[in-house]
């Protein structure tokens, strides 16, 4: 009889988590986003490779470079999405996408309004970075909530087809 070979575990998929607040990042509050998010990760069965909280502005952007190197599944932002002069989440995001799916913004944003009206002042971007899938969701738990049942019947399939699998 032949030797039995190991079974390959597929390799799991990765997620990076940056929340984006001033306040958070000084002390000031503590964040709820952040660990809102590594529990839907963990419970997805992903590994959270980076997490990190920054605050609003550049700092934000470096933050991102520094996810993306890892080469995560996901990037999740939260916080720094509205109009505020502080709020430069997207403006940070948008040069390192190298395309855009506007469609999950517009779920987000309609799961959104379905709540609050307030749904409509929500700036963000979610695209592609390599075959990374980014996201920015708000800053407030309950919208970050509301983002991730938006996302969870579709993340999987936008990371495979970033993986190259194509199973439509």
């Known amino acids: ?33 952040g660990p809102l998010l590594q529990d839907w990760f963990y419970a997805l069965g992903y590994d959270v490779v980076l997490a990190e909280v920054v605050p609003d502005g550049d700092a934000v952007g470096e933050a991102l470079k520094r996810m993306l190197a890892l080469q995560p599944s996901v990037v999740v932002t939260s916080g720094g999405t509205g109009i505020s002069p502080t709020d430069a989440t997207p403006e940070q995001t948008l040069p390192l996408l190298d395309r855009q799916v506007p469609g999950i913004m517009e779920a987000l944003r309609a799961a959104g309004l379905a709540k609050t009206p307030m749904a409509a002042l929500t700036r963000g971007y979610a695209g592609t970075a390599g075959s990374s899938f980014v996201v920015n969701l708000p800053g407030s738990p309950s919208a970050v909530a509301d983002g991730l049942a938006v996302l969870e019947p579709v993340l999987g399939h936008i990371c495979g087809l970033l993986e190259g699998k194509n199973e439509h």
């Open 1 to 33: 009889m032949g030797a039995v070979s190991p079974r390959k575990e597929p390799a799991r998929r990765t997620a990076a988590i940056l929340v984006a607040s001033t306040r958070a990042s000084a002390g000031i509050y503590e964040d709820e986003a």
